[in-house]
C-alpha cells in the first residue's frame, strides 16, 4: 500500500497538527508519515493522530522525528 | 516528576501550581491580580529600560527572566534546546508589537485575563469573550491554509540571545547601575504604582524560573488551549487553564484577595468594548504566531529566535503604547487607544490573507 509522507518540520503550533487532520480527513486507511523537528509537534500529532482513531507511534529520523499512522 | 508533567494530566498539574504561584506573588508584593502578566511584565522592562517614560509602571520584572531562564534549563536538562529561526521574523515581531497593544488596551496578557477572574474583576469576562474571539479568526486563518513558513535549525549559539537578554536584565536589576545625563537613568524604577508593586527579587525569580520550567515541560498555552478546543475538540491544553484559574481562586479566596464586582479593580477599567476589542486583537496575533506570550517566552528559552522576535516585538509595542497613549489606564482607554486597536486588527488581517499559503 502507498506510503503518504506529510513534511511538517518547522512549522509552528498548530500547522503540524493541521497537515496531520487535513490527509487523515482524505483517507479511510493505510499508512500516513508525518516528520516534524520538535518533541512538542511530535506529542501534538501523536496525540491527534491517537484521538482519531487510527494507531500512532514515532521514530528519531534525520535529528527530527517521524510520526507514522496507520489504520 | 517528569513523567507525570510529561502525561495527559501534565497541563493541568501546571496550571495548578502555576495558579497557586501566581495568587501568592501577590500577597508578596505584586500588583493585584498581577501574580504574572507577560504583557505588564513586559511593559515594565520597557519603563525600566527608559524606552517608555511612563514613571508608575518601570520596574525590570525578574519573573519575565526567570521564565526564559527556567525553560533553557528544562530545555538543556532533557535535551530539547533546538535552536531554530527563519520563519517570518519581522512579521512576528510586528505581530507581537500590535499583540501587545491589544493587550495594554484591555491591561494583561491572556495569563493575566484569567487571573483577574480568579481575583472576582468581572471586567475580565468581555477581555475573555474578545479572547476567545480572536482565536476563532485565528483558527478561520489556520484551517484557510495560513502559514509564516517553516524554521530551520541554526547554530546552537544562535539560541542563546534570549536566555543572554535575560540575564543581562537579571544583573541590570542586582546592579542597579544609572546611566544617562548625570546618572539620571535609566535604569528607572517606579516610586509609585504598579511599578512600584513587587515582591521580593529572590522569590520573584524563584518563582519565574518555577514556572519556566513548568511551562516548558507541559507545554502550558493559554492560547493554545483555547484553539485546540475550537479546532479539535481536544481538551489536552484546556484542563491547564481550568485548573490554573480555580488554583488562583480558591488561593486568593483564602488569602482575602478575591474581591468580586467591576468597578475599582486593581489595574482594570470598565469600557467593555475596548476590553473586548483589545483582546480580539492579541488574541488573533498570538494565534497567527502560535501560541500566547508565556509560551513564546518559553520558545525562546528553548532557542526558537522568532518566538525571540516576537517578544522583542512587544518589548517595542509597550513603548509605542506608553509613548503615544496608546495604553489603556484605570480611568479608560488611552487617548488613541481605539485606532491603535483597529490599525492593529487591520494588520492581522492582512497578515491572515497574506500568508494563506498552504503547502502543497
Known sequence: MEKITVDARGLSCPQPVIETKRVLDKHSSGTVEILVDTVTSRENVLRYVTNAGWKGGWREQDGGYAVTATK | ?360
Not at chain 2, 28 to 51: E, H, S
Request: charged content about 10%.
Open chain 2, 1 to 360: 516528576m517528569d513523567r507525570m508533567l510529561m502525561s495527559k494530566n501534565g497541563p493541568a498539574i501546571a496550571g495548578l501550581i502555576l495558579g497557586v504561584i501566581a495568587a501568592f506573588l501577590v500577597n508578596f508584593g505584586n500588583p493585584g491580580n498581577m501574580g504574572f502578566c507577560v504583557a505588564c511584565f513586559t511593559r515594565d522592562i520597557a519603563g525600566a529600560f527608559g524606552l517608555h517614560r511612563a514613571a508608575i509602571v518601570q520596574y525590570l520584572r525578574p519573573e519575565i527572566a526567570g521564565f526564559i531562564l527556567g525553560a533553557f534549563v528544562s530545555a538543556l536538562a532533557f535535551s530539547e534546546y533546538r535552536p531554530r529561526g527563519g520563519s517570518s521574523p519581522m512579521v512576528r515581531f510586528a505581530l507581537g508589537f500590535f499583540a501587545m497593544i491589544g493587550a495594554l488596551v484591555f491591561l494583561g496578557c491572556p495569563w493575566r485575563a484569567y487571573l483577574r477572574l480568579a481575583g472576582g474583576d468581572w471586567n475580565a469576562v468581555a477581555g475573555i469573550a474578545g479572547l476567545i474571539c480572536g482565536i476563532g479568526i485565528g483558527v478561520w486563518f489556520l484551517y484557510g491554509g495560513f502559514s509564516l513558513g517553516p524554521s530551520r535549525p541554526t547554530p546552537k549559539a544562535a539560541g542563546l540571545v534570549m536566555p543572554l537578554f535575560a540575564l543581562v536584565v537579571l544583573i541590570l536589576l542586582v546592579a542597579r547601575p544609572l546611566f544617562g545625563a548625570k546618572g539620571t537613568g535609566p535604569i528607572f524604577f517606579s516610586e509609585s504604582g504598579p511599578g512600584a508593586a513587587h515582591a521580593p527579587i529572590l522569590i520573584s525569580l524563584a518563582a519565574g524560573l518555577i514556572v519556566g520550567w513548568l511551562a516548558q515541560r507541559t507545554r502550558f498555552c493559554t492560547i493554545g488551549a483555547v484553539r485546540d478546543l475550537i479546532m479539535i475538540r481536544d481538551c489536552h491544553l484546556f484542563k491547564g487553564i481550568a485548573a490554573f484559574i480555580i488554583a488562583a481562586f480558591i488561593t486568593n479566596f483564602a488569602l482575602g484577595q478575591f474581591k468580586p464586582g467591576f468597578e475599582g479593580q486593581p489595574v482594570a477599567h470598565t469600557m467593555q468594548l475596548w476590553n473586548f476589542l483589545g483582546m480580539v486583537l492579541a488574541g488573533l496575533a498570538f494565534t497567527l504566531a502560535g501560541g500566547c506570550p508565556g509560551r513564546m517566552l518559553i520558545m525562546s528559552g528553548e532557542g526558537d529566535s522568532d518566538a525571540g522576535s516576537f517578544v522583542m516585538g512587544m518589548l517595542l509595542g509597550a513603548a509605542f503604547a506608553h509613548n503615544f497613549s496608546l495604553a489603556s489606564s484605570t480611568s479608560g482607554i488611552g487617548a488613541f487607544g481605539a485606532p491603535a486597536t483597529i490599525i492593529g486588527l487591520v494588520f492581522c488581517l492582512i497578515v491572515g490573507f497574506a500568508f494563506k499559503n498552504r503547502m502543497a
